[in-house]
């Protein structure tokens, strides 16, 4: 599964985490990370294709905030990007 990833902040994404019950929180390999405005594209690893399709998900950014969790179902069609901020 592949979906994209905006960030709309004025900080660098360094981290971005999901979960499927909020508690127990995995992440995605984002290398350098995503700088300010920009977007890219995210594959999800095939260790998680025995995973529930609603995942949350939440973005760690460079000056220590964090975006609130947001649940998504993955296995839509996610034409539009998901926006952190």
Same mark, same amino acid.
């Given at each position: 599964?592949?979906?994209?990833? %905006?960030?709309?902040?004025?900080? %660098?994404? /360094? @981290?971005?985490?999901?979960?499927?019950? @909020?508690?127990?929180?995995?992440?995605?390999?984002?290398?350098?990370?995503?700088?300010?405005?920009?977007?890219? @594209?995210?594959?999800?690893?095939?260790? *998680?294709? *025995?995973?529930?399709?609603? /995942?949350?998900? @939440?973005?760690?950014f460079s000056?220590?905030?964090?975006?609130?969790?947001? /649940?998504?179902?993955?296995c839509k069609?996610?034409?539009?990007?998901?926006?952190?901020h």
């Amino acid at each position: 599964m592949v979906f994209l990833g %905006k960030n709309d902040s004025d900080a %660098k994404l /360094q @981290k971005l985490f999901v979960s499927e019950d @909020k508690h127990k929180w995995g992440y995605f390999d984002i290398g350098e990370g995503i700088a300010p405005g920009a977007q890219e @594209k995210m594959v999800w690893d095939p260790s *998680t294709n *025995t995973q529930s399709c609603t /995942q949350w998900i @939440k973005a760690e950014f460079s000056d220590g905030q964090e975006s609130e969790p947001a /649940q998504f179902n993955f296995c839509k069609d996610l034409d539009d990007p998901i926006i952190f901020h």
